[in-house]
């Protein structure tokens, strides 16, 4: 057991954890020797926080390898509850790492675009939590931290100093700016330009201290003022120092705070171009102007912006802007188009809610998932959205649709700007949302509810006609039949009392008769002793395969015989179970549930015609309430579903 003390403890240790640690400037040109992490900028901090990543060889397993086409890729585990994204994850941690590496991206604003929920602002909240990893090393003098956090390295000059100190503490010329801050710049005149009174601080980056990590959003256009990002003169403390005084100044903007760190800008855009113009010089020369005149700041942080595409546009468009764009590094992050992927972003966003214990009937997330793919995709002129979909999601159609075209045809068809448009994961949200609590006796979804509230709330968005009805009809003509099949196959297999053991018999009875079609042997059935040459079993096989339209019967009989001369092999001559074949138990499913009318008498939820009938309809009910639905659920979808076969 716990001691109770223990909560406080644990925030004891974290919070020490994150106490200043001070070593003297001489200790700390030493530890820069042998630990480069002492001088590490902010891209060389990201890199190390977000880790190495986990090398996947999607040849290895068979839908991994359709979507990514067999490469090897890298994961992340830093972002692993980002689902869907793995190429635009890629691409900014490749930002980071070149520019840690001190490329061209060191000198550019880091440009998240996307369609609105698309999750720009998440991975700008990871960046920043990871920014949080790693600790960050600042100059110091007497009691005063450096009110700019900035690098102690700025103290020394690269032309006059770089080769001496790459010689003897190891530090690469290239780390060294020459740029001090006029705080730090006023401390040296006050000790003759002894830098041996200046100390260095070991610093944990926070987002709750505005240390090296900060957000800024643009304000009204009116009255938007430059000092969020430049900061301002500190009015009490002119009374002790001119106007210039760099102790007069207050370090309180966005960039004054990150210098070694991240800064967020939202919505960058709607902000005014004036606004932006500190940017620009801060990553190209590393150096802005405050809004006094108390001399150049040093800036060596990464700056992270994101907006959405019309913003973009706009701004874009601008001649005038051409030297901002040229500074920019834009990564797309586009929707989700993976069903399954889609899928595990509603889970995520369930596991924070009350409503993540209430049921939730098969079907119903991948129902919504499926709806928001739909919308995003484009078009394409010879194949179906449905099978585009489902190849997008890692599926293999060979069997089923002949027209589907491969995943590389499909996204070389869709464009770069495929999933930038469509139904945004806050909508789909919204609906699961009104989904659980749209029965007024429990609070549950099901996909006869979901596609209700579907409905409405895609009439309620008053979208263009054109839209509407697109959206409409993806309910109407691609949801709701599949899902009609989905829970006709359910009832169906809950009605079969005996459904195990009757599948076995037919999954053996299948293996001999096809075993002896392939010998060319007559067959003598053991329990009515009746013998059956090739052409009657042929046609007692072809009853089991015709409802499920296999197209080549001779391979599928040579492969299921084969697959259960296998298994027996390692069974001590025991068949397998019949639903360990993928194939072949579609097949028989398909061969058992070919009647529905049998089923009616008691599955409804009518008065029952004898005690019989009764008890079944109570196993049936008991069965799809072990299968996840609630008893009214189960009542709902045996309704609807009669509805649609007697429509149909």
């Given at each position: ?81 980002f ?14 790492r070149h ?30 939590e ?10 110091k ?12 390295l ?25 740029r ?35 957000k ?40 004054n ?48 912006a ?82 585009k979909?489902r ?46 609590n749209?029965?007024?006796n ?19 968005e ?8 697109n ?21 169906q ?17 299948y ?138």
């Amino acid at each position: 057991m716990t001691s109770e003390n223990e909560l406080f403890d644990i925030y004891a240790q974290s919070y020490d954890r994150h106490k200043q640690s001070e070593l003297s400037l001489k200790e700390y040109l030493e530890a820069c020797k042998t630990d480069p992490s002492m001088y590490s900028g902010a891209a060389e901090r990201m890199i190390e926080a977000v880790g190495e990543p986990e090398i996947v060889d999607t040849s290895k397993d068979s839908r991994l390898g359709r979507i990514f086409l067999n490469r090897t890729m890298k994961v992340y585990p830093a972002f692993k509850d980002f689902y869907g994204l793995e190429e635009t994850i890629e691409r900014i941690v490749g930002f980071f790492r070149h520019a840690a590496q001190g490329l061209e991206e060191r000198k550019q604003i880091l440009y998240l675009l996307g369609p609105v929920g698309g999750g720009k602002s998440s991975l700008a909240e990871r960046l920043k939590e990871l920014m949080e990893v790693c600790p960050v090393y600042v100059l110091k003098a007497g009691d005063e931290v450096s009110p700019i956090f900035e690098s102690p390295l700025g103290l020394f000059d690269p032309v006059s100093m770089g080769a001496v100190l790459e010689e003897q503490y190891a530090i690469p010329q290239r780390k060294l700016t020459g740029r001090m801050s006029p705080w730090a710049v006023k401390r040296l005149d006050e000790f003759g330009g002894d830098i041996s009174k200046f100390t260095v601080v070991k610093l944990h980056p926070s987002r709750l201290r505005q240390i090296c990590v900060a957000k800024t959003e643009p304000g009204d256009e009116n009255n938007q003022d430059i000092s969020s990002l430049v900061g301002k003169v500190d009015i009490r403390k002119l009374e002790f120092h001119g106007q210039n005084d760099a102790d007069a100044y207050s370090y309180s903007g966005g960039l004054n705070r990150t210098t070694q760190g991240l800064l967020e800008f939202v919505e960058m855009f709607k902000a005014p171009i004036k606004m932006l113009h500190p940017l620009l010089t801060a990553t190209q020369d590393g150096t802005y102007v405050g809004t006094e005149n108390v001399g150049a700041l040093p800036y060596q942080g990464i700056i992270i912006a994101h907006s959405n595409e019309s913003e973009w546009q706009s701004f874009r468009s601008n001649k005038n802007n051409e030297a901002f764009l040229d500074r920019i590094c834009v990564i797309q992050v586009p929707y989700c188009l993976r069903v399954s992927e889609e899928e595990k972003i509603y889970e995520k966003l369930l596991t924070t809610s009350e409503v993540s214990q209430a049921p939730c009937a098969p079907g119903t997330l991948e129902m919504l998932a499926r709806f928001s793919v739909l919308t995003r995709l484009k078009e394409h002129e010879n194949s179906s959205l449905f099978s585009k979909m489902r190849i997008y999601d890692g599926e293999s159609l060979k069997d089923t649709d002949p027209h589907a075209k491969t995943l590389q045809e499909y996204r070389d068809a869709g464009g770069i700007n495929e999933g930038m448009d469509g139904s945004s994961t806050r909508f789909a949200y919204k609906v699961l949302s009104e989904t659980f609590n749209y029965d007024t006796n429990e609070v549950a979804a099901d996909p006869v509810h979901m596609m209700y509230v579907l409905e409405r709330a895609i009439r309620r968005e008053q979208l263009p006609q054109e839209t509407e009805d697109n959206f409409i009809e993806f309910i109407k003509e691609d949801l709701a039949p599949r899902y009609a099949e989905f829970i006709g196959n359910e009832i169906q297999k809950a009605y079969l009392e005996s459904y195990h053991d009757f599948g076995q018999n037919l999954f053996d009875r299948y293996v001999a008769y096809a075993d002896a079609w392939i010998e060319d042997q007559d067959y003598k059935d053991p329990d009515t002793g009746q013998l059956m040459n090739r052409q009657l079993l042929d046609q007692e096989l072809s009853k089991i395969e015709k409802p499920a339209g296999i197209a080549n019967p001779k391979d599928f009989r040579y492969e299921v015989v084969k697959f259960s001369l296998r298994a027996r092999a390692k069974n001590g001559g025991k068949n397998p179970s019949w639903i360990s074949y993928e194939k072949i138990r579609d097949v028989i499913e398909k061969r058992m549930f070919s009647q529905v009318e049998d089923l009616l008498p008691v599955i409804s939820f009518g008065a029952k015609q004898d005690s019989d009938t009764e008890k079944k309809h109570e196993e049936f009910v008991q069965r799809m309430v072990t299968r996840g639905y609630t008893p009214r659920q189960v009542r709902r979808l045996v309704e609807w579903y009669m509805r649609v076969k007697k429509s149909g």
